[in-house]
C-alpha cells in the first residue's frame, strides 16, 4: 500500500543550526511531493513543491528539499534554524489519482 | 485574493448530535478536499468535491458527508457524533489543476 513516512516526530536543533527532515515513500511511480508546514492552531502552509525536473527545490522561508528516485526520499532542509520555523512539518505525497497521503509529521522545536 | 475560509472556527457537540462545516474555497478554484486531524492518526484525507461532485472518498463511514455547491463552497456533514470525531477539520481548495492545495484554518470540533 501506498505511504509516506516520517520517521521523525520530534526533532530539536539550536537556533542557527542546520536542519534536516526526512521523509520517505512507498509507490510505485514518482508522484508528485510536498511539504508542509503547520504552526499551533492553523491549517497548513505550503512550502515547496516536486513535479519533475530539478531534483533540489527550492521553497518559502529559505528551505530546500531534494527528491532522490533511488531512495523514494524527499529530505526537507534549511541552512540555520530561526525560532520562528518551530512547527509542525509534513511531508504528502499526490498519487495522481486526485488523492493526497500526509506523513505523521515532525514537530520541530528550537533551542534559544 | 482571500484565502480558504471555514466556518465555524470552533464547535462544541455531544454524542449523538450531528454538525455541518463549512468551507469556501479560492475565488476560481473548483476543487474543495477535506481532511480530518487527529493526534493519533495524523492527516487523513475525508473526501474531494470537484464542480459539484464527489471526485474521490477516503476510508470514513457513512456518517460523514459532503456536498459542494455552485459556487463551489463546501460543507461537510457529520451525523450521529461520536467522541472520536473530535478532531480539527482541514479544508482545502485548488484549482483544475489539483496539484497543489490551498489550506483553510480548520474548525475545532470537540464532541462531549
Known amino acids: 500500500a501506498q505511504s509516506v513516512t516520517q520517521p521523525d516526530i520530534h526533532i530539536t536543533v539550536s537556533e542557527g543550526a542546520s536542519l534536516e527532515l526526512r521523509c520517505n515513500y512507498s509507490y510505485g511511480a514518482t508522484p508528485y511531493l510536498f511539504w508542509y508546514v503547520q504552526s499551533p492552531g492553523q491549517g497548513l502552509q505550503l512550502l515547496l513543491k516536486y513535479f519533475s525536473g530539478d531534483t533540489l527545490v527550492q521553497g518559502i522561508k529559505g528551505f530546500e528539499a531534494e527528491f532522490k528516485r533511488s531512495q523514494s526520499s524527499f529530505n526537507l532542509r534549511k541552512p540555520s534554524v530561526h525560532w520562528s520555523d518551530a512547527a509542525e512539518y509534513f511531508c504528502?505525497?499526490?498519487?495522481?489519482?486526485?488523492?493526497?497521503?500526509f506523513g505523521k509529521g515532525t514537530r520541530l522545536h528550537i533551542l534559544p | 485574493k482571500a484565502g480558504v475560509t471555514q466556518t465555524p472556527r470552533y464547535l462544541i457537540k455531544t454524542r449523538g448530535q450531528q454538525v455541518t462545516l463549512s468551507c469556501s474555497p479560492i475565488?476560481?478554484?473548483?476543487?474543495v478536499s477535506w481532511y480530518q486531524q487527529t493526534p493519533g492518526q495524523g492527516l487523513q484525507f475525508l473526501f474531494e468535491y470537484f464542480s459539484e461532485t464527489q471526485r474521490n472518498k477516503g476510508n470514513f463511514p457513512g456518517r460523514f458527508s459532503g456536498r459542494q455547491f455552485s459556487n463551489s463552497r463546501s460543507e461537510m456533514n457529520v451525523s450521529t457524533l461520536e467522541l472520536g470525531d473530535s478532531a480539527l477539520y482541514l479544508c482545502?481548495?485548488?484549482?483544475?489543476?489539483?496539484?497543489?492545495?490551498?489550506f483553510g484554518p480548520g474548525t475545532r470540533l470537540t464532541v462531549l
Open positions: 475565488s476560481g478554484h473548483r476543487s
Open positions: 482545502a481548495s485548488s484549482d483544475v489543476s489539483y496539484n497543489e492545495q490551498f
Open positions: 504528502a505525497v499526490d498519487l495522481r489519482d486526485d488523492k493526497i497521503i
